[in-house]
């Protein structure tokens, strides 16, 4: 069984900010823990507006708290994010996040990140990355 504390993954160098300053992300669980998938506690920072493209993974987001929204670019449709909504890239999306207020999301990713991956100059994470 694996048990972790959000607190004590901070601690443990598992929280990354970005380095565009829109968002921080907390790995509570990674790919070294043999799950198939990663989950993440991430903010997106107020007045945050950014393209994202995850070209080599799914995404799943739960919206714990704040406002926003997102708009995905193939259709231009965008989609108001408040808590209690989830929303799914199962095509590799093309999309802009938008947040009005912080947001704290939970995000699942597969295949499971590593640890330390930012976006890279198409918003995506890479396959490959550095493990924590």
């Known amino acids: 069984m694996i048990v972790r504390t959000l607190q004590q993954a901070e601690k443990d160098g598992r929280k990354i900010i970005s380095p565009d300053g829109n968002w921080d992300s907390t790995r509570l669980l990674l790919k070294d823990d043999n799950m198939g998938f990663s989950f993440h506690i991430t903010t997106i920072y107020k007045g945050a507006d950014f393209q994202m493209h995850y070209q080599n993974h799914l995404e799943s987001v739960y ?42 999301m939970a995000c699942v990713f597969n295949p499971p990140l590593n640890g330390k991956e930012v976006h890279n100059k198409d918003g995506a994470y890479e396959l490959t990355a550095e493990t924590i």
Do not use: N, Q
């Open 63 to 104: 919206c714990i708290s704040g406002e926003g929204e997102i708009e995905t670019l193939a259709d231009g449709k965008v989609y108001p994010i408040a808590p209690g909504t989830v929303y799914i890239l199962d095509k590799h999306d093309k999309h802009v996040l938008r947040a009005f207020s912080e947001m704290k």
